[in-house]
């Protein structure tokens, strides 16, 4: 879904002056508190986190060359799975059952398409020369390039010179939807609202769920330029309590199992 303002050349367009200056100074250097901490360390690293992810004016030039060669006709069916949610549906009809090591399916179910396909986005495309003969790793990246040109040749535009630059632009965007516009905005808004930030995800409580959807689809937007499919779900208790005990290196199903004794 973040993927989506890059493949428009950072069209964010509905972002007011001061959210658009906030996300540049995002991006290039993360949330405030680790831009303060990136300041103390820089007299001792001479090549910073900022200094590799950044976009130089080089590697811009690169990518705003490539994506204007991209019609945005070349990514429109991308584009629609995308907003509608069907992305790893079609692609595990695409890549279901032809890609098999020792029996096992990458792209089985859609929880293995959603970990396969992340790994076809932000692999190092100068290490695939090991894949070549490796048909369950190798076939697939070939597959996507063909199924998606124009997106391919974009991401391989991002990853120029260093591939981890994609994935670290895709995590600041969501960082910055979710944490700067987000929570800041309902925080602001909405002081009472109880809110916990996971990842991707808003934590509240079942009487504002409604509120939270709602701000995170149109601060969303603002940036996307078109609003998420988000979900909700029940955070049950014995799930959480699985969570934790995961934290405390137990067996959670001895712990749940103890728990329903009782």
Not at 171 to 191: A, G, K, T
Request: net charge positive; with cysteine.
């Amino acid at each position: 879904y973040f993927l989506l303002p890059l493949l428009d050349g950072f069209a964010f367009n509905q972002l007011t002056e001061e959210e658009m200056q906030e996300l540049k100074k995002w991006l290039k250097h993360g949330p405030q508190e680790v831009r303060e901490k990136k300041g103390k360390q820089k007299r001792k690293e001479r090549r910073t986190n900022n200094e590799r992810i950044m976009l130089h004016n080089s590697s811009k030039s690169l990518i705003q060359s490539s994506l204007q060669k991209i019609e945005p006709q070349a990514i429109e069916s991308f584009r629609e799975l995308v907003i509608s949610g069907k992305l790893y549906e079609t692609l595990q009809q695409l890549f279901e059952g032809k890609f098999l090591k020792k029996g096992y399916d990458r792209f089985g179910d859609r929880a293995r398409v959603k970990t396969a396909t992340l790994w076809l986005m932000y692999h190092d495309p100068t290490t695939r020369n090991q894949y070549i003969g490796r048909s369950a790793y190798y076939d697939p990246v070939l597959l996507f390039k063909q199924r998606f040109p124009a997106v391919f040749a974009a991401m391989e535009s991002y990853k120029h010179g260093d591939y981890t630059r994609l994935p670290q632009l895709l995590q600041r965007i969501e960082s910055f939807v979710m944490l700067h516009q987000v929570f800041l905005r309902i925080s602001n808004e909405y002081p009472h609202v109880p809110l916990f930030p996971i990842h991707d995800c808003m934590m509240t409580t079942p009487p504002y769920q409604d509120l939270v959807e709602y701000i995170i689809k149109e601060e969303c937007e603002k940036v996307v330029g078109v609003p998420p499919q988000t979900d909700k779900k029940l955070l049950a208790p014995f799930g959480a309590m699985r969570s934790l005990v995961k934290l405390k290196r137990r067996d959670p199903d001895d712990v749940v199992t103890e728990l329903k004794e009782k």
